[in-house]
């Protein structure tokens, strides 16, 4: 059952990073919000992962069958016919507001805030965040079963094994640094 209905579009440049695409997805089976994408979003990190990573054709098809099939109605569908009246600084992102409006999203998860200016998306009642904000908002609703989700994503790395301070540093790479802030001390409470 869903506990949810805020809705949010991952845009594929917060899919294109593996490590941070497993984070949102663990995020996105919590319950705690809608997470949503279209065929057009997966083509588009697909083929920048694939055009970086060619060999990894294989396994970029078996996880976007895996999103798919673990997040729970994650395909919008139908807003194509949004996407000609929309005004975008790039065009080719129309598609993702064209989404987000027909999903009933509050939020477009994504880095390239410049991309969707807000008075482009407040009509709409969307606005963008960034992945990092994104996670310290679920923190704040709801500590335990974000913290829960992510503990499972850190014991699930097997190769290698990821302690948790590894882990920490893993999310700073990926430009969390608010989240692994509040991440180390839910590791290690009794640190100063």
């Known amino acids: 059952m869903r506990v949810s209905n805020f809705t949010v579009i991952y845009d594929a440049n917060v899919l294109y990073p593996n490590f941070l695409r497993d984070v949102l997805l663990r995020l996105a089976v919590t319950d705690l919000f809608r997470a949503r994408w279209t065929e057009d979003i997966h083509q588009e990190w697909m083929r920048s992962v694939l055009r970086d990573r060619p060999e990894l054709e294989s396994k970029i098809l078996r996880t976007r069958e895996l999103m798919d099939s673990h997040v729970k109605d994650a395909i919008v569908t139908g807003y194509q016919d949004l996407i000609g009246g929309l005004q975008l600084p790039d065009p080719n992102d129309r598609h993702v507001l064209a989404a987000a409006i027909k999903s009933h999203a509050q939020l477009i998860i994504t880095w390239n805030h410049q991309d969707f200016p807000?008075?482009?998306?407040?009509?709409?009642?969307?606005?963008?965040?960034?992945?990092?904000?994104?996670?310290?908002?679920?923190?704040?609703?709801?500590?335990?079963?974000?913290?829960?989700?992510?503990?499972?994503?850190?014991?699930?790395?097997?190769?290698?094994?990821?302690?948790?301070?590894?882990?920490?540093?893993?999310?700073?790479?990926?430009?969390?640094?608010?989240?692994?802030?509040?991440?180390?001390?839910?590791w290690h409470p009794h640190s100063s």
């Open 118 to 186: 807000a008075e482009a998306l407040e009509p709409y009642g969307v606005r963008t965040q960034n992945p990092d904000d994104f996670i310290i908002d679920l923190l704040e609703l709801d500590a335990a079963t974000v913290f829960l989700a992510i503990e499972r994503h850190r014991t699930g790395l097997k190769c290698p094994p990821f302690a948790p301070d590894d882990y920490i540093a893993a999310l700073q790479r990926q430009r969390l640094t608010k989240a692994s802030t509040v991440l180390r001390t839910l």
